[in-house]
């Protein structure tokens, strides 16, 4: 089983950056692909951005591309997401994930964190 808790949420004007971080417990996390996924209020949770336990394989949301940047350290179990020129539409709780398998679907993710709150402000 993996615990997995989030930090790095905030309020950021609009054009700012965060860096969310992921410290997952556990000795097997190099075993899990990560990801991190964003719910907004009267929305459905999407996903945001995908690592594969090797960090060979990343895959990103067409929203994200180019902007945000997913990063996991097998080290220290933790998976960081680096999010660039943030708009208003990225206000949302941001959670991390893990799974055994390469998907990138909500239910396909066995272990969820608590969520942190991201506000970007225009």
């Known amino acids: 089983q993996v615990q997995l808790v989030e930090s790095g949420g905030g309020l950021v004007q609009a054009g700012g950056s965060l860096r969310l971080s992921c410290a997952a417990s556990?000795?097997?996390?190099?075993?899990?692909?990560m990801g991190w996924f964003r719910q907004a209020p009267g929305k459905e949770r999407e996903f945001v951005a995908a690592?594969?336990?090797?960090?060979?394989?990343?895959s990103y949301a067409d929203s994200v591309k180019g902007r945000f940047s997913i990063s996991r350290d097998n080290a220290w179990n933790t998976v960081y997401l680096q999010m660039n020129s943030l708009k208003p539409e990225d206000t949302a709780v941001y959670y991390c994930?893990?799974?055994?398998?390469?998907?990138?679907?909500?239910?396909?993710?066995?272990?969820w964190g608590q969520g942190t709150q991201v506000t970007v402000s225009s």
């Open positions: 690592i594969s336990g090797d960090s060979s394989t990343t």
């Open positions: 556990g000795r097997t996390f190099g075993r899990y692909h």
């Open positions: 994930a893990a799974a055994t398998v390469w998907v990138t679907t909500p239910t396909r993710y066995a272990y």
